[in-house]
Every structure is written in C-alpha cells, then in structure tokens.
C-alpha cells in the first residue's frame, strides 16, 4: 500500500493544522499507523503512532500538542497540530506498519511555521 500525506500549508507560529493520511489500499486495524517527520537536514523521525487498542506514543518534542487520531472504517489518520513552533518546520508523513521502521515511503505534505 502507498501513503498519502495532506494538509500541509504556511502557517505562523502558534498556529495550527490537521494532517491527513490516506491509504492506497485496505490495511488491517491491527497496523499502527504513524506519524512522521524530516526536519531540513535531519534524519526522518517518529513523532507519533497509535495502535489498534488506541494506546498511543508522542515524541516528547511534540506531546501535549499534536494529537493522533484514526479512523479504522475509513482505513485514515490525521494528525492535529496545535501551537506550532519554527522547529516543527518539515515534511510529514504516514505510514500503517507492525513494527520496525518501513521500508516503503509515500507521498509527504510540506508543514512551514514562519512569521
């Protein structure tokens, strides 16, 4: 399956956002789904996951303001970010997966936050 991350925009300090993801094909419940990010010149990072039972992790720069949602019907995600900072500047991206980090990567969506 491919996944594909929307939402982006421009948006100041602050602000916020919801992401959305969007899956090619249907993928069991039993996947996590996940949030994901690459800062410019950084490696791709976890920031966020949530499992079938609705247990979720945050990565600590981000818990408290992003929150992670799935819609197990609609085989989608979102991603709500509130109180965007400069650092949170990146392109995100999904992906369903069981464990480990995926090997396939789909489209990302391009989050700026500049005054």
């Known amino acids: 399956a491919q996944f594909v991350a929307s939402g982006g925009a421009s948006v100041q300090p602050g602000g916020s956002l919801t992401l959305f993801c969007t899956a090619s094909?249907?993928?069991?419940?039993?996947?996590?789904r996940g949030w994901y990010r690459q800062r410019p010149g950084k490696d791709r990072e976890l920031i966020a996951s949530i499992n079938q039972d609705g247990h979720i992790y945050y990565e600590h720069t981000v818990e408290g303001r992003f929150t992670i949602s799935r819609d197990n019907a609609r085989n989608t995600a979102s991603l709500r970010m509130d109180s965007l900072k400069s650092e949170d500047t990146a392109v995100y991206y999904c992906?369903?997966?069981?464990?480990?980090?995926?090997?396939?990567w789909g489209q990302g969506t391009q989050v700026t936050v500049s005054s």
């Open positions: 094909e249907w993928v069991p419940p039993r996947y996590l």
């Open positions: 992906n369903y997966f069981l464990g480990g980090w995926p090997k396939t």
